[in-house]
């Protein structure tokens, strides 16, 4: 087998319309989603228990006849945790957002949900795509957050564009580590038994060296994730994406209240329906032009 029988057999996509997706981790956002006339909603709550819920909200809801509602899974999965899979196979998705080899192997057998793999699975290259795509079934692929605008598009002229989807507006995730701040620091207990879920009724940030504060939240595992306190935006990027033939967009939301989380989706709505572009989109959008982890080609100016 040599490098090039690795390689996705047709690159190319019919160009389709743009979609956008939106990614909502309060109740508050899933609604302006729903408000917004969003067709295809993640949700990624601490509590997987309210999952069944939130299902049962946006399908009762949503306006749209093909609207289609995922399931995040936790970030990362022990032994003994499929537990937190069977409570999400039990809210009956339309689909799942996948974030580790577990969950994959947990769902293999579900060809009736949809499964999109996440950012965590470091889709980087065509390769990884195709073993993924073809080899653990899925039916998209997010884009790893480690490629700047360049290498995003040397991976969509070597694999097919319409097995992906992008994030273009996201709080970025900056650590996720076992250590839970709300426990040690809000709490008199040592773990989950004890310490009284401090994560359930504190809003927590933490401040870096230039006052910037950064969002901390805890998952249904007690582990903790640090996202950047300012959103960012590949906006500007917008046509070259589309002109490769992708067709799938993301918003993440983090923790903007239900006002926030219309506006923003709103504006995205514009920018992807042609009635606006990424500087007008700026102007309602509060982030920093910016495109995966690393900025690469990315830097300008105008940071």
Not at 55 to 66: E, L, P, Q, T
Request: one cysteine or more; charged letters at 25%.
């Amino acid at each position: 087998t040599t490098f090039r029988d690795l390689l996705p057999t047709n690159p190319k996509s019919e160009i389709r319309n743009p979609t956008l997706s939106v990614l909502c981790r309060t109740i508050d956002q899933l609604h302006a989603a729903i408000e917004s006339g969003a067709e295809t909603v993640y949700c990624d709550f601490e509590d997987p228990r309210r999952y069944k819920d939130a299902v049962a909200d946006f399908k009762s809801r949503s306006s749209h006849s093909n609207s289609k509602i995922h399931l995040a899974t936790p970030r990362i999965l022990k032994p003994g945790e499929t537990g937190y899979l069977k409570l999400i196979e039990r809210a009956e998705p339309d689909g799942l957002l996948l974030r580790n080899l577990a969950s994959l192997e947990y769902y293999k057998h579900r060809s009736d949900l949809i499964k999109v793999a996440d950012f965590s699975l470091n889709v980087a290259n065509p390769i990884t795509a195709a073993l993924l795509k073809e080899h653990a079934t899925l039916d998209l692929l997010t884009i790893s957050y480690d490629l700047n605008i360049s290498q995003v598009l040397d991976l969509l002229a070597l694999a097919p564009p319409d097995w992906f989807e992008i994030s273009l507006h996201q709080h970025m995730p900056m650590f996720h580590m076992e250590h839970c701040v709300f426990c040690t620091f809000l709490s008199e207990g040592t773990t989950w038994k004890d310490c009284g879920r401090p994560c359930e009724k504190h809003v927590v940030h933490l401040r870096d060296r230039v006052g910037q504060l950064h969002r901390l939240q805890a998952d249904v595992g007690c582990r903790n994730t640090l996202f950047n306190g300012r959103a960012q935006t590949g906006a500007r990027f917008y046509e070259a994406l589309r002109a490769t033939g992708l067709s799938r967009f993301r918003i993440e939301l983090l923790d903007e209240d239900q006002p926030a989380a219309e506006s923003t989706i709103r504006a995205y709505q514009r920018l992807l329906n042609g009635e606006s572009d990424s500087s007008s989109l700026l102007e309602d959008v509060t982030a920093l032009e910016k495109l995966g982890v690393t900025e690469g080609t990315l830097r300008s100016g105008a940071h």
